[in-house]
């Protein structure tokens, strides 16, 4: 059932990817015209949520955002019950979020669906991105708030909790708040160890001091850098989480101007982390 759901799309976005302009409009007008008739035959179904799922993916690969948008409504309208409603209630904070570039409308969309889908995955993301778009509106005290809500509802995830830790320290950064900062990236490394927003800390904090001509502060982090990245790399061996320590010792070395020593770190990685043979 999915593959006959794709392949007119399929069609349409060969002409597409081969500049073929009026063959692609073509063949999205026909896709379209097949999805809406299956929608018509179907409104008492999934068939048709599915079908009318597909006409916004046709309106989205053409661009055509603010018909992706209406698409997507009148799925959640028409097939409220449908397994895809949440999908499409996120997808149209999405494109208000990234494609047609409206924080406020993309806000509103996702604290719906926060509202509506509590228990979906999503959600967190949703708060995520809500945080986000007020750090994008430069509206930092509300984007700390709302990336605070992320770690007091989710403080086990090691995803985005880990991210949402580090945002908020780079925005009390960004307020010139350095001290706040400070605590929120020393929180981080102590909730969220092993993780990779937890491995930019000790390197930032150094270079922010080189930054601001602190030499002993900026000493004293390198040096504190070097060891809490030489701990975690000999601790986590043969990991993804050794390699990026290894990574990011090495990067620490760079930022010093200590080249051989950070080469010397790199070279240790074919040997500690051989790659994996391809099947």
């Not at 999805?35 to 949520?49: I, Q, W």
């Not at 079908?51 to 955002?65: C, D, F, L, P, T």
Request: no cysteine; hydrophobic share 35%; glycine share 4%.
């Amino acid at each position: 059932l999915a593959r006959t759901f794709e392949i007119p799309l399929y069609i349409a976005g060969h002409y597409q990817e081969n500049r073929q302009v009026k063959e692609a409009e073509k063949a999205y007008e026909e896709a379209i015209a097949g999805y809406r008739k299956t929608v018509e035959e179907n409104k008492e179904n999934e068939l048709g949520a599915i079908a009318q799922s597909y006409i916004a993916r046709a309106y989205m690969n053409q661009g055509k955002w603010k018909k992706a948008v209406e698409s997507f409504r009148t799925l959640i309208t028409d097939f409220p019950k449908s397994v895809r409603a949440s999908a499409a209630l996120y997808s149209i904070g999405q494109i208000y979020q990234e494609q047609l570039k409206l924080p406020p409308r993309a806000i509103e969309v996702y604290r719906k669906y926060i509202e509506d889908y509590p228990k979906e995955t999503k959600a967190k993301e949703a708060q995520f991105r809500i945080g986000q778009l007020y750090a994008q509106q430069e509206d930092y005290s509300q984007a700390i708030k709302e990336l605070q809500v992320v770690l007091n509802k989710y403080p086990v995830d090691n995803n985005l909790s880990p991210s949402a830790q580090l945002a908020i320290g780079s925005l009390y950064e960004q307020e010139d708040k350095w001290d706040q900062a400070l605590l929120e990236y020393r929180k981080l490394l102590k909730d969220f160890p092993k993780t990779i927003s937890a491995l930019r800390v000790p390197l930032h904090i150094a270079q922010y001091y080189q930054s601001k001509k602190k030499t002993e502060e900026a000493k004293k982090a390198y040096e504190e850098a070097v060891a809490y990245y030489e701990k975690l790399a000999s601790g986590n061996k043969d990991t993804s989480l050794g390699l990026a320590a290894t990574e990011f010792l090495a990067n620490t070395y760079f930022a010093r101007e200590d080249w051989d020593t950070g080469i010397k770190v790199l070279q240790t990685v074919p040997r500690e982390y051989p790659p994996v043979p391809q099947a």
